[in-house]
T-cell receptor
Framework: SQTIHQWPATLVQPVGSPLSLECTVEGTSNPNLYWYRQAAGRGLQLLFY??????ISSEVPQNLSASRPQDRQFILSSKKLLLSDSGFYLC???????????FGEGSRLTVL | KQEVTQIPAALSVPEGENLVLNCSFTDSAIYNLQWFRQDPGKGLTSLLL?????REQTSGRLNASLDKSSGRSTLYIAASQPGDSATYLC??????????FGTGTRLKVLA
């Protein structure tokens, strides 16, 4: 069966520090991969999606970036965090056949 | 631009009650509609997926229906239990890799 792993689960970082959140999917090949952010009391905001290795589409201009170095690995990065980057970050993958979306457990980022 | 609305934002019911959660969307040209459950501090768990050619899907005590022409979906939960307490979100996609989410309904089932 397919599983998705996301880490770290919790992160507290100072303003201006770098960020790296990692997501890996097991049990499937060539998934579509997504990064979402969920701010308190707000809906999910799509940040990036990827349909293949090295293919990244950005939905929101910001100081975040994403990379997909391997088929089942998706990384969210920042060179310098802002206070506004605080939030709950969720990685998701999609089955190409049915289009069903599956999420990881999330990474809680607090920028101080 | 597709917009998804979920009403009510919060709901509190006694255990054993049957309940309906609502999801409305403005553009009927959707490919999929998916219902999720989110527990506090956790990721989203997929509950039901309804493809555009389908009218409903069932899983255990859950039944989701889809009426594309009216831009509505409902999630029916039978015989609610305290363990059903969570936030329920719906999402629609037009098949362009963009899932648009509602802000959810926070459900509390009282023992």
């Amino acid at each position: 069966s397919q599983t998705i792993h996301q880490w770290p689960a919790t992160l507290v970082q100072p303003v201006g520090s770098p960020l790296s959140l990692e997501c890996t999917v097991e049990g499937t090949s060539n998934p579509n991969l997504y990064w979402y952010r969920q701010a308190a009391g707000r809906g999910l905001q799509l940040l990036f999606y990827s349909v293949g290795i090295g293919q990244i589409s950005s939905e929101v201009p910001q100081n975040l970036s994403a990379s997909r170095p391997q088929d089942r690995q998706f990384i969210l990065s920042s060179k310098k965090l802002l206070l506004s980057d605080s939030g709950f970050y969720l990685c998701a993958w999609e089955t190409g056949f049915t289009g069903e979306l599956f999420f990881g457990e999330g990474s809680r980022l607090t920028v101080l | 631009k597709q917009e998804v609305t979920q009403i009510p934002a919060a709901l509190s019911v006694p255990e054993g009650e049957n309940l309906v959660l609502n999801c409305s969307f403005t553009d009927s040209a959707i490919y999929n509609l998916q219902w999720f459950r989110q527990d506090p501090g956790k990721g989203l768990t997929s509950l039901l997926l309804i493809q555009s050619s389908q009218r409903e899907q069932t899983s255990g005590r859950l039944n989701a229906s889809l009426d594309k022409s009216s831009g509505r979906s409902t999630l029916y939960i039978a015989a609610s239990q305290p363990g059903d307490s969570a936030t329920y979100l719906c999402a629609v996609t037009s098949g362009t890799y963009k899932y648009i989410f509602g802000t959810g309904t926070r459900l509390k089932v009282l023992a």
